[in-house]
């Protein structure tokens, strides 16, 4: 069993849906959370970044960390084709390299 | 790309042939990370360095040395490169203890034929 379990989609949705993404996981020690897109041939980009349990807002995306379940979500509100990507979870147990786990990613798919 | 540049981009080379792909940094940070993704993998870590000629091994390490001479450069080499190999690397970087994030380039797609 991976540590970060990620459903690999494709998640397909009309423009203007809200979208959830989440991810599992099965080390209690994981502190720090974090979600990247990944547009094609591109690197991934930090989008959304957060610190044990609770919920964090960046414009249309919100970032929720439940600890006791081991689930974290991302929500898109108002999806815009130009969301169309893959969305990969992280996490960290806050060791000094800074070392980070990595879901297996969710491509998502916002269709006009 | 929070300043980090890959090279090159694209390669396409021979079984058994030695490869080094280059990672540059202008942020200064101190850590640097080598990865690889592959479909159905995702992202698995290669090497990492933690300063100036201190390196490390990743998860996947077998066939591939890394250096790193200099703050902002960190070298992955392929010492016989082999078809499962063939793969997209992606360089990253991360600050000091308390950023817990890191920042990746934009890529090198290597295929070994």
């Known amino acids: 069993q991976k540590e970060v379990e990620q459903d690999p989609g494709p998640l397909s949705v009309p423009e203007g849906a809200i979208v959830s993404l989440n991810c599992t996981y099965s080390?209690?020690?994981?502190?720090?959370f974090m979600w990247y897109r990944q547009y094609s041939r591109k690197g991934p980009e930090l989008l959304m970044y957060?610190?044990?349990?609770g919920n964090k807002e960046d414009g249309r995306f919100t970032a929720q960390v439940d600890k006791s379940s081991k689930y974290i979500s991302l929500f898109i509100r108002d999806s815009q084709p130009s969301d169309s990507a893959t969305y990969l979870c992280?996490?960290?147990?806050?060791?000094?390299?800074?070392?980070?786990?990595f879901g297996g990613g969710t491509r998502l798919m916002v269709k006009p | 790309d929070a300043g980090i540049t890959q090279s090159p981009r694209h390669k396409v080379t021979e079984t058994g042939t030695p490869v080094t792909l280059r990672c540059h940094q202008t942020?200064?940070?101190?850590?640097m990370y080598w990865y690889r993704q592959d479909p159905g993998h995702g992202l698995r870590l290669i090497h990492y360095?933690?300063?100036?000629?201190?390196?490390d091994k990743g998860e996947v390490s077998d066939g591939y040395s890394v250096s790193r001479s200099k703050t902002e450069d960190f070298l992955l080499t392929l010492e016989s490169a082999t078809s499962s190999q063939t793969s997209v690397y992606f360089c990253?970087?991360?600050?000091?203890?308390?950023?817990?994030?890191?920042?990746f380039g934009p890529g090198t797609r290597l295929t070994v034929l």
């Open positions: 990253a970087i991360s600050g000091g203890p308390g950023t817990d994030t890191q920042y």
């Open positions: 080390n209690s020690a994981f502190q720090y």
């Open positions: 957060t610190y044990s349990s």
């Open positions: 992280a996490m960290s147990v806050g060791n000094a390299g800074n070392m980070l786990t």
């Open positions: 942020e200064n940070h101190r850590y």
């Open positions: 360095s933690y300063g100036v000629k201190d390196t």
